[in-house]
């Protein structure tokens, strides 16, 4: 048998041993944890030591990936929302479309698409992924925030290239605070992410040519602003800058670089277009057909137009003060009866934009350096927004991606350029989606337009205080901001020349018009009574409300080819009934379509509930205006009647000259 075992034998010896192989494994675990906080420790301060050194080395794109990460993750939440559904369906209907049919049955399928052709291929090549990643093209929350991701992925694009070109003229802290002031700009937000618009990829196309024309890059301009203009109409605001500064810099040499460096863009964009014949009816419908695609003075834009009259009122009609001019004291006139009709609301805006973008770019050639380049495309912008007759509420948008360059500069920049954002926001909230507060802040976002783009013109026009300064990144020296500009040439002298003479033409103009209106007042008739002198005792009207010497619109009545400053616009079907003074023989008018729109209907007259009169053919715009006398013998109440023929769409009818004679 075996004998007692040690431990049975050595009680306290074992007792003792087990004591000391306690205390010795205690110390073994402690030392080793030592051993391993110092090994954690060791790594996390070679870590750390290494993101301070990476943060000491290159300040700004720490600063510049927090912004990132912020304005990614609120354009992430924002992208799942509906927003504008009126757009965003048709943007959808066209990512299915060129699908389904490709470029060549698409625009047979699709009469909607008034696009340019880059964002058809982008959509195009977008549905394309969506459909071979068998992620379908039905119409959900996952395919609406897809939709938002190539205008997003600009807005990433136009942060980052911001920081780097700011902070190779300025330094790292101002690239941060540029790229923040577009990146994080409610607007850019509210415009991507939310509504779902793609005005950020023209943006961004714009500013891509900027950067190119501060470091002379004549052939990179013009490829950049050639793809701007493939991608939204509205970009040849920046062709006069690109043109106007390449010739400043290289002469022709420059310019036949910027033309090839806009044809070699061109093609490969336009190629597929031109192989299945539908190169026309993308030019027609991208291009030609946009101008006068909406008619009226203000399409949702606070500008000039808003505030002078009815955003509806059509811009290619004549302003009712030149028709009083025109006239000269009667209540009728012709077109041809004076040169003064020839001046409508469009051509007025046209002639406006043309003498502003002068006047910019003669400002802009006293001083040459990026921020005034920046700020010479902000101000065209802004003068196109400002301007222009049919301009949306997004038309601004470029102005927070180029300005950025030029707010960093000083305080009181980054305060307007906030201004500004503010101002455009309001404007976009109009549309979407809140307009029902719209009415409320037009007049006042109106004048603060205009406050602000005088600021800006002002800063444009005063030289800047002291010499320009030079900046540093780290230990090398740039040059600075305002680089020397080559000797002036004649041809750019001459233009300054000719913008000063135009402005005083444009106000030599204006005091003309203004006397011969003054001159022309209306002469009082003692045996007439228009009727629109008198208040209806009831109304009812489909479209608006009946209007006094005016379209239904707010514009001038215009039949066929003659203004009437008197009368009462009405839009098919309405009905109105007046109590006749007494003393009264006879009621005439002139009754038709105003010429501005195209719709048809009929017009019944009643008095004392007895038809009178009755249109016995509907009659349509442009056709000469239905006569009406009737006597009114002792009748007391006049009753007059429109009935659209078919569709109600621009049945704007407008009795003319209606009146009581004695």
């Known amino acids: ?66 912004v990132l990460v912020a304005g990614m993750a609120a354009r992430a939440v924002l992208s799942t929302r509906d927003g504008h ?37 982008i959509l195009r090549g977008l549905g394309a992924a969506l459909s071979h990643w068998d992620l379908g093209l039905r119409d959900t929350v996952w395919l609406r925030a897809c939709l938002r991701v190539p205008a997003c992925l600009t807005d990433i694009g136009i942060a980052v290239l911001l920081y780097v070109e700011v902070r190779r003229l300025t330094g790292s802290r101002a690239g941060v605070l540029a790229a923040a002031l577009y990146f994080l700009n409610p607007v850019a937000l509210y415009n991507s992410a939310y509504w779902g618009q793609v005005d950020s990829i023209h943006s961004g196309l714009a500013l891509c040519a900027l950067v190119a024309l501060n470091r002379r890059w004549p052939a990179l301009a013009g490829a950049a602003t050639a793809l701007a203009l493939l991608q939204k109409f509205q970009s040849v605001v920046f062709v006069p800058l690109v043109l106007f500064d390449v010739y400043r810099q290289k002469r022709w040499r420059g310019l036949t670089w910027c033309i090839l460096g806009g044809i070699l863009a061109a093609v490969p964009v336009l190629a597929p277009f031109v192989g299945t014949g539908t190169l026309p009816v993308a030019l027609q419908r991208g291009y030609v057909r946009v101008v006068g695609q909406y008619g009226k003075l203000s399409q949702n834009a606070f500008n000039v137009w808003y505030l002078i009259g009815h955003p509806n009122i059509p811009d290619e009609s004549v302003p009712r003060f030149l028709v009083e001019a025109a006239a000269a004291g009667q209540v009728e006139v012709a077109d041809h ?3 003064f009709l020839w001046l409508t609301y469009r051509r007025i805006a046209m002639g406006l934009f043309t003498l502003a973008v002068a006047v910019v770019l003669t400002l802009y050639s006293r001083r040459h350096g990026a921020a005034d380049r920046a700020l010479a495309a902000g101000l065209l912008v802004l003068a196109f927004f400002l301007c222009l007759t049919e301009m949306h509420e997004r038309y601004t948008y470029p102005v927070i991606a180029v300005l950025p360059i030029w707010a960093v500069q000083s305080r009181w920049r980054e305060r307007v350029y906030v201004l500004l954002s503010i101002l455009l ?40 205080a002291g010499p320009p300064r030079a900046h540093r990144v780290g ?5 600075p901001d305002s680089t020397p500009a080559p000797p002036a040439s004649a041809l750019v002298t001459w233009f300054g020349w000719l913008t000063r003479v135009a402005m005083l033409g444009a106000v030599i103009l204006a005091i003309c018009v203004g006397i011969a209106h003054h001159r022309a007042m209306p002469r009082s008739q003692a045996d007439v009574l228009y009727l629109s002198e008198l208040t209806p005792v009831s109304q009812r009207q489909e479209y608006g409300e009946p209007a006094r010497d005016r379209s239904v619109e707010g514009g001038v009545i215009y039949l066929r080819d003659h203004h009437y400053l008197r009368g009462v616009g009405t839009h098919a079907s309405s009905t109105l009934i007046y109590e006749l003074p007494g003393g009264y023989r006879v009621f005439r008018a002139l009754a038709g379509i105003n010429r501005h729109f195209d719709g048809s209907a009929r017009v019944r007259v009643f008095l004392d509930d007895r038809l009178s009169f009755s249109t016995e053919q509907p009659f349509r715009a442009g056709d000469r205006p239905v006569e009406i006398d009737l006597p009114l013998a002792d009748a007391t109440r006049l009753k007059l009647v429109t009935s659209p023929n078919g569709s109600t769409k621009g049945a704007h009818v407008d009795w003319a000259l209606a009146r009581l004679e004695r």
Do not use: K
């Open 85 to 121: 559904l009126s757009d965003v369906n048709l943007f959808l209907r066209w990512m299915r479309g060129l699908v389904e049919h490709g470029l060549e049955g698409f625009y047979a399928a699709d009469a909607s698409c008034n696009y340019p052709p880059l964002y058809l291929l």
């Open 425 to 464: 926001l309001l404007n976009l909230t109009v549309a979407q989606p809140v307009n029902e507060i719209g009415s409320d802040i037009a007049r006042l976002t109106m004048v603060l337009w205009l406050v602000c783009f005088g600021g800006l013109l002002g800063s444009a026009a005063v030289p800047a």
């Open 475 to 479: 230990d090398r020296a740039l040059p």
């Open 1 to 66: 048998m075996p004998g007692p075992s040690y431990a049975a034998s050595h009680p306290h010896a074992v007792r003792r041993l087990d004591a000391r192989d306690s205390e010795d494994y205690r110390s073994g675990m402690a030392d080793g944890a030592d051993a391993s906080v110092e090994l954690h420790a060791g790594l996390g301060g070679r870590l750390g030591n290494s993101l301070r050194g990476f943060a000491e080395r290159h300040p700004g794109w720490v600063g510049m990936s927090l």
């Open 337 to 339: 009866a004076s040169w």
